[in-house]
Each structure stands twice: as structure tokens, then as C-alpha cells.
């Protein structure tokens, strides 16, 4: 398992496939760490986490920013993960407690943690313009699928999606990744087929990452014997952009009388960013100037 989480991004058999292969390991420790998420919990955003470096890296550029919240009828509730093209992600879920029997499988029973009714959407936000937003059903709740789906529907791009993170049985994470395979306009029947039946054949990206293989190895296993053109490798990180001054502009937002009830009576406020879960205090002083600065 690499140290540096990174993402590669390539072209296959001549510009049949795009291919983007991802550890990002260290994304979902983070992840975990900071919102003490229990097992099915831990994989639910794992996955989420990994799906939208995926799909952020495929399809935005520049400066543009995408959220995907995921609404599904399981326990763990709303998942909201914001990433960019940079190869950052943060994101949180409402219900961090969550641990569930094992499925059939014996695997961690992602699908019953996030539902499979509900609502799948991606806004995008451009530096120019009004933000867009395309939404689905879920399909699957297992998320990989529901990410293929997306993509299919909303970008119109035929793709398979595989999503894995592996949870230590004391909550922690061993490793997180996976793989977006889209299918470009040139692509021959057969080299689908055959593409399809090496993801099927394909073990779970967390047992090869296990096994100290690197994206560039599990490519290789995906596209055995093909040319495969690596066009660049990006490190991954969680990181979020909130700070003090960002909540302060929050708090100036609020009404007059908001603040000073809350000057008065509470003589402090507290606010804790969702997506980090960082604190951010503010005396009784402080709450004085922001409300001055709110009466000029």
C-alpha cells in the first residue's frame, strides 16, 4: 500500500477506454478518524468518498466543485461528500453510529446501511454560471452501481464503477479504492465484452491493495496485453477549507436579534463544520464586533 495515496488516470487500446485507478487509503482513515464511524458506517463513506474522487477527476475541470449527497431509506441517512478537480474530497454522513450484521457474503452490508430507496444526485458548481444538478434513483445502495448509474443517466457515459474499503474489526481502516472504467465512443463490441468479463473476474480492489498491489498494477490486471497510456498520476488527500473567519461570515448572516439574545444570554457560540468536524469558538468579544460589523 502506497504511503502517498494517489490516483491514476489513462487511456486504453487506443483510445477505447478511460481508465482511473485509486488508493486512497489514507482519505478514508481520515474520514473515520474524524467522525468515529463504526463499520457499515466507515464503508458506506469510504465508499462515497472514493466513488466521488472517481467521478470528480473524470469529469470536472479547472476550478469546478461537485457535492454528492446520497439519500437512501438505510440508518446511516444523508451521505454528502463534496470533491474538485484537484483530487480532494470531504464529506460526512448523519448517522456516524452505525454497525450491522455481515451480508451473505460475509462482507460488510453496505446496501442495508444506506438503503436502496432514495435519491442519488451531483451538483455541479462552475466557476461561471448557476450550479447544476442531475439526480437518480438509487439502484443498489452498494454505491458502485449507483455510481455507474449516475453516469450512464445523467452524463451520458456507459462506465462500470468499483468501489471497496476494507474495515478493521475495531473500526479502523486497513485500505480504500477503486476503479472507474469509461467507455469511449470508439470502443469495439468485443473489446467491451471482453473488458466486462476482467471486471467480473477482477477481485475486490481492497484485497489488492491488501496484497500491496498499486493502481498501476490492478490497471494492468484490468487491461492485460493492452496498451495502456498513463496520463497522470495525482495524490489524493481529505481536506477541508473551512476556518473561523468562514463561520463568522455564518454567524453575521443570522438576524440582529439572534446575536444579540445570544451575546446576552449565552455570553459565547460554538460551530462545528459537519464535513471535518473542527470547532470553532467565539467569546463573547468576538460576537460584540461581529454584530458591530453587521449594524455598519
Known amino acids: 500500500m502506497a504511503e502517498n495515496n494517489y490516483l491514476v488516470k489513462s487511456v486504453v487500446a487506443d483510445g477505447m477506454?478511460?481508465?482511473?485507478?485509486?488508493?486512497?487509503?489514507?482519505?478514508?482513515?481520515?474520514?473515520?478518524?474524524?467522525?468515529?464511524?463504526w463499520s457499515a458506517a466507515s464503508a458506506a463513506l469510504g465508499r462515497s468518498l472514493v466513488g466521488t474522487l472517481l467521478l470528480s477527476s473524470s469529469v470536472l475541470k479547472g476550478a469546478e466543485?461537485?457535492?454528492?449527497?446520497?439519500?437512501g431509506d438505510g440508518p446511516v441517512g444523508a451521505i454528502v461528500v463534496d470533491g474538485n478537480a484537484d483530487g480532494t474530497v470531504k464529506g460526512y454522513l448523519q448517522n456516524p453510529h452505525i454497525n450491522l450484521p455481515l451480508n451473505d457474503k460475509g462482507k460488510i452490508d453496505v446496501r442495508s446501511a444506506?438503503?436502496?430507496?432514495?435519491?442519488?444526485?451531483?451538483?455541479?458548481d462552475m466557476p461561471v454560471g448557476d450550479p447544476f444538478t442531475g439526480q437518480v434513483p438509487i439502484v443498489s445502495g452498494e454505491l458502485g452501481e449507483d455510481f455507474t448509474y449516475y453516469l450512464a443517466q445523467s452524463e451520458q457515459i456507459p462506465s462500470s464503477v468499483g468501489l471497496s474499503v476494507f474495515v478493521n474489526a475495531d473500526n479502523s481502516i486497513e485500505v480504500a479504492g477503486g476503479f472507474l472504467v469509461q467507455v469511449m465512443?470508439?470502443?469495439t463490441d468485443e473489446a467491451i465484452s471482453e473488458l466486462e468479463k476482467k471486471i467480473a473476474d477482477l477481485p475486490l480492489v481492497s484485497e489488492l491493495l491488501r496484497q500491496n498491489k498499486t493502481p498501476e498494477d490492478?490497471?494492468?490486471?484490468?487491461?492485460?496485453?493492452?496498451?495502456?497510456?498513463?496520463?497522470d498520476k495525482m495524490p489524493v488527500a481529505f481536506k477541508c477549507d473551512c476556518s473561523k473567519e468562514r463561520f463568522a461570515k455564518a454567524l453575521a448572516s443570522i438576524s440582529r436579534a439572534g446575536m444579540e439574545e445570544m451575546i446576552n444570554q449565552d455570553h459565547h457560540a460554538e460551530a462545528v463544520c459537519h464535513f471535518c468536524g473542527?470547532?470553532?469558538?467565539?467569546?463573547?468579544?468576538?460576537?460584540?464586533?461581529?454584530?458591530?460589523?453587521m449594524k455598519a
Open 185 to 187: 465512443p470508439g470502443a
Open 278 to 293: 473542527n470547532r470553532y469558538e467565539y467569546s463573547e468579544t468576538e460576537l460584540k464586533k461581529i454584530l458591530v460589523q
Open 17 to 37: 477506454f478511460r481508465a482511473y485507478v485509486i488508493d486512497a487509503t489514507n482519505v478514508v482513515k481520515e474520514a473515520q478518524q474524524r467522525h468515529d464511524t
Open 218 to 231: 490492478i490497471l494492468q490486471m484490468l487491461f492485460k496485453d493492452q496498451d495502456v497510456k498513463i496520463l
Open 114 to 124: 444506506v438503503g436502496t430507496t432514495g435519491t442519488f444526485s451531483v451538483t455541479k
Open 65 to 71: 466543485k461537485m457535492t454528492v449527497k446520497i439519500q
